[in-house]
């Protein structure tokens, strides 16, 4: 290598930045020949390139202004971009009654979107891709953030508007709690939603996401209208299970036709509560996620499954056991993996802590790809020390890299022509 290497800079910021030789995340080929855990294996989707399996779960931080982005955003997701692991921004609303906190982000105007400008092009400065999820809140809207209050609304005085939320039927989350009666949604209030769904993702592909995914789980308006446990409707959006459904059908139909000249270039994704984990009347149950799998094929590239949220009435998630002892959303996701099979790809998400135990899950099958949380909260390196404890080199930011992978050939070489000249000197005296 000359002494007058240049050094390659990320065209993507305005700043100063060494380019990665690679998407970061990307493992290096076995010196012993053996293929890669299928954690680090790629997978690509319609053109778009995942390094690995293991994404970052999108998780609100609950520090948005307006909807918008914060140097703080800027930090937190870069510091999973830098390291490998490929971002899901968290729950961003499609309405402006649709967050689940004055602070969380949004996606319903161009002034919102485009504050995530600067997070996706450090993600893409990493040759990284960046995906998001588009939420609307329903009941469960306007609430405190968690650090402030688990169950407890906010009200105008701090930015919230109780008054304004929404849901299929006017119950609210628990009956004798802080939630507030939410207005049942006419039938011009789900089209207009509807349509908001469809701008947010025309929005999120023009500032450059890689992917989007739709938020149907945890008790929000999707997942209130897949329940009959929430949805008391008469009319074509509640009833059978066709009815209820049929929501979330045409928010994936207006998500696609957002993508415009893109539908074939942008995976969506899906989330859902796989299992309302719930013994009330009437609760979603993995049975109805394997039958909506089966209604979304061609429509959603990749079924997040996750579980409960949408009844006060529920199991808490510590408490649920299988008899294979198994984190708790595994058996969900592959039940649905093994019901669709390469029709559908599938994400598990929750208590997936161990490397090894995850890459097993993997190398079975049992799901396709692995999201985790908290964990990247405490180690945005994750990826790279799961890559260590299974014996895996990976791509990351050459400030990084060379301390972690020294190039000990140069060194060799410096050495093997050094002591070359030291004898050739030697032999002339």
Same mark, same amino acid.
């Not at 202004?65 to 914060?70: A, E, N």
């Not at 070489?413 to 030291?422: D, T």
């Given at each position: 290598?000359?002494?007058?290497?240049?050094?390659?800079?990320?065209?993507?910021?305005?700043?100063?930045?060494?380019?990665?030789?690679?998407?970061?995340?990307?493992?290096?080929?076995?010196?012993? =020949?053996?293929?890669?855990?299928?954690?680090?294996?790629?997978? +690509?989707?319609?053109?778009?390139?995942?390094?690995?399996?293991?994404?970052?779960?999108?998780?609100?931080?609950?520090?948005?202004?307006?909807?918008?982005?914060?140097?703080?955003?800027?930090?937190?997701?870069?510091?999973?971009?830098?390291?490998?692991?490929?971002?899901?921004?968290?729950?961003?609303?499609?309405?402006?009654?649709?967050?689940?906190?004055?602070?969380?982000?949004?996606?319903?105007?161009?002034?919102?979107?485009?504050?995530?400008?600067?997070?996706?092009?450090?993600?893409?400065?990493?040759?990284? *891709?960046? =995906?998001?999820?588009?939420?609307?809140?329903?009941?469960?809207?306007? =609430?405190?953030?968690?650090?402030?209050?688990?169950?407890?609304?906010?009200?105008?005085?701090?930015?919230?508007?109780?008054?304004? *939320?929404?849901?299929?039927?006017? +119950?609210?989350?628990?009956?004798?709690?802080?939630?507030?009666?939410?207005?049942?949604?006419?039938?011009?209030?789900?089209?207009?939603?509807?349509?908001?769904?469809?701008?947010?993702?025309?929005?999120?592909?023009?500032?450059?996401?890689?992917?989007?995914?739709?938020?149907?789980?945890?008790?929000?308006?999707?997942?209130?209208?897949?329940?009959?446990?929430?949805?008391?409707?008469?009319?074509?959006?509640?009833?059978?299970?066709?009815?209820?459904?049929?929501?979330?059908?045409?928010?994936?139909?207006?998500?696609? +036709?957002?993508?415009?000249?893109?539908?074939?270039?942008?995976?969506?994704?899906?989330?859902?509560?796989?299992?309302?984990?719930?013994?009330?009347?009437?609760?979603?149950?993995?049975?109805?996620?394997?039958?909506?799998?089966?209604?979304?094929?061609?429509?959603?590239?990749?079924?997040?499954?996750?579980?409960?949220?949408?009844?006060?009435?529920?199991?808490?998630?510590?408490?649920?056991?299988?008899?294979?002892?198994?984190?708790?959303?595994?058996?969900?996701?592959?039940?649905?993996?093994?019901?669709?099979?390469?029709?559908?790809?599938?994400?598990?998400?929750?208590?997936?802590?161990?490397?090894?135990?995850?890459?097993?899950?993997? +190398?079975?099958?049992?799901?396709?790809?692995?999201?985790?949380?908290?964990?990247?909260?405490?180690?945005?390196?994750?990826?790279?020390?799961?890559?260590?404890?299974?014996?895996?080199?990976?791509?990351?930011?050459?400030?990084?890299?060379?301390?972690?992978?020294?190039? *000990?050939?140069?060194? *060799?070489?410096?050495?093997?022509?050094?002591?070359?000249?030291?004898?050739?000197?030697?032999?002339?005296?």
């Amino acid at each position: 290598m000359s002494a007058n290497t240049p050094v390659k800079t990320a065209p993507e910021v305005n700043f100063f930045l060494p380019a990665p030789d690679k998407q970061t995340g990307t493992a290096d080929a076995p010196e012993d =020949g053996k293929p890669l855990p299928k954690a680090f294996q790629p997978i +690509e989707i319609k053109g778009v390139r995942y390094a690995n399996r293991l994404g970052v779960s999108p998780m609100c931080m609950y520090s948005g202004v307006d909807g918008k982005m914060t140097p703080y955003h800027l930090i937190h997701y870069s510091a999973f971009s830098l390291r490998g692991a490929y971002p899901i921004v968290e729950a961003t609303s499609v309405s402006p009654e649709g967050g689940l906190s004055p602070q969380d982000l949004a996606i319903y105007n161009d002034e919102q979107a485009e504050s995530f400008r600067p997070v996706v092009d450090f993600a893409h400065a990493q040759k990284q *891709i960046i =995906g998001i999820q588009l939420a609307h809140g329903g009941r469960k809207a306007s =609430g405190q953030p968690p650090y402030i209050h688990l169950e407890q609304m906010a009200d105008e005085s701090v930015g919230g508007w109780p008054s304004k *939320i929404v849901a299929p039927s006017a +119950e609210p989350f628990r009956k004798h709690g802080n939630y507030p009666t939410p207005n049942a949604l006419t039938k011009e209030g789900i089209h207009r939603i509807i349509k908001d769904f469809r701008d947010a993702a025309k929005r999120a592909v023009n500032v450059g996401f890689d992917f989007v995914e739709i938020h149907g789980a945890h008790g929000y308006l999707i997942n209130e209208f897949l329940s009959s446990t929430s949805n008391h409707r008469t009319d074509e959006y509640g009833g059978s299970f066709d009815n209820r459904i049929r929501f979330l059908l045409e928010v994936i139909d207006a998500v696609r +036709e957002g993508l415009g000249d893109k539908v074939d270039k942008v995976p969506v994704w899906l989330r859902i509560s796989a299992s309302e984990n719930s013994p009330a009347p009437g609760a979603w149950t993995i049975d109805d996620s394997v039958e909506l799998a089966k209604r979304i094929v061609g429509k959603v590239d990749v079924l997040d499954t996750s579980s409960g949220g949408n009844n006060s009435v529920q199991f808490r998630r510590s408490d649920h056991k299988n008899e294979e002892n198994l984190p708790v959303h595994v058996p969900w996701a592959r039940a649905v993996k093994k019901a669709l099979g390469d029709k559908l790809l599938v994400a598990c998400v929750g208590d997936l802590y161990d490397a090894e135990q995850v890459n097993g899950y993997l +190398e079975q099958g049992w799901f396709d790809f692995a999201l985790v949380g908290k964990h990247f909260l405490y180690n945005p390196g994750l990826v790279i020390e799961w890559a260590d404890k299974l014996g895996v080199k990976i791509e990351i930011p050459p400030q990084y890299r060379w301390g972690k992978y020294m190039q *000990i050939n140069q060194i *060799i070489e410096l050495i093997k022509r050094s002591e070359e000249a030291e004898n050739a000197e030697n032999g002339k005296a």
